[in-house]
Structure formats: C-alpha cells, structure tokens
C-alpha cells in the first residue's frame, strides 16, 4: 500500500483542524458569500481549489525531482517543516489581531468569484511554503513513489478545505457575523491554530527516526 493507514489515520484529522483554521482563502469565500451569494461563495471555494491544486501539482513534481537527485533532500525538508510549523505556532500565539473579517470584495458573478479564487490561491506566497512544509512530513520515500504520495495528501487536504469553505460561502451571512464581532471566538482559533501546529511539530520530530 502506497499510504499506510496510520498514517492516513494521522494526516486526515490533522488536515481537517487545519482546514476549518481561518485563513485568506476562507476569508475570501465568506467575502464573496456575503457580498454575491451562496452561488459566488461555493464558486469561489472552488477557484480556491483549482489553484491548490496546481499548487500541489507543482510542489510534488519539484520535490519528487529533488528527491530523485538527492535522496537526502527529503529528511533536510521534513526538519525545514517543523521548524516552520513551531514557527507558525508561535506566531499564532503572540498574534494580537483578534479580527476575522471578510475579504472586501466586489459583487460578482459565479465564473468571476471562481476565476478570481484561482488568482488569489495563486498568488498567495504563504499557500506554497505551507505544503511544501506540511505534507512531506508524511510522505515515505521507501513506499514507493514520492510525487504519487504528495499528490494523494494534497488531493485529501484539497477536498476537506474545499467543503468547508464552500460551508463557509453558503452560509457566509450568518458565519460572517459570529467571526466579526467575536474577539473571543477569533482569540480561540488563534490558540488553537498554534496548538495544532505545535502539536504536529512535536510528534513529527519525536517521531523521525
């Protein structure tokens, strides 16, 4: 099996956590759910997609390519990976904008909501460094190939971010209030990001043999 299910059994909950974390791509969804509808919300959740998936893409035929040159490259990027997952949780932790609100965006069709998740999926910086740190912490070089495994956890945390956020675009109403005025509810997943974070650093290291 070219994926253990233990390690399915790890990735795909810690996926999920990661996904209902707000971030710009879900903010830009609940923008486009408040300010077009449900259709230009879902629409956008999937935009978001598609540039995910080309992201993926491009990270797994890299890193299958330098794996291939260097087989010695996957252990350096499993360790630059925790490394900037106790980065990202320590600035979760010290963070002070307790604000969650939605992208401004302009009012938009379904094709133009999609099209622009796509551009801005794309032409976030942040998104690449992530699963370039994130998912080749579970791949396994020994278990066959390294571009079909990055692709089966991209396509997995692909799929659960895109339900959420299309969740998030169809009721962006009602789920834009809570996370606007509640700077309690923003402190919270703020704390939890960072414990997420830190928690799959920790076991990710304590684990490598």
Known sequence: ?????????IFIPTALALNMTPGNDMLFCLGQGIKSGPAAGNAASFGIATGALIHTMLAGLGLAALVAAHPIALD???W????????LA??????TDQRLKPVQTKRSG????????????LLNPKIIVFVLAFIPQFVDASRGSVLGQFLIFGLILNIGG??????????AGKIGQVLSRSAKIARAFQIATGCIFLGLAAKLAFDRK
Do not use: H, K, Q
């Open 110 to 121: 379904a094709f133009t909501a999609w099209r622009d998740g796509i551009v801005v999926n």
């Open 80 to 87: 630059a990976g925790i490394a900037y997952l106790v980065w």
């Open 1 to 9: 099996m070219l994926i253990p299910l233990e390690t399915l059994a």
């Open 90 to 95: 320590i600035g979760a932790f010290r963070s």
């Open 162 to 171: 895109t339900i959420i956020n299309c969740l998030v675009g169809s009721f």
């Open 76 to 78: 350096v990027l499993r």
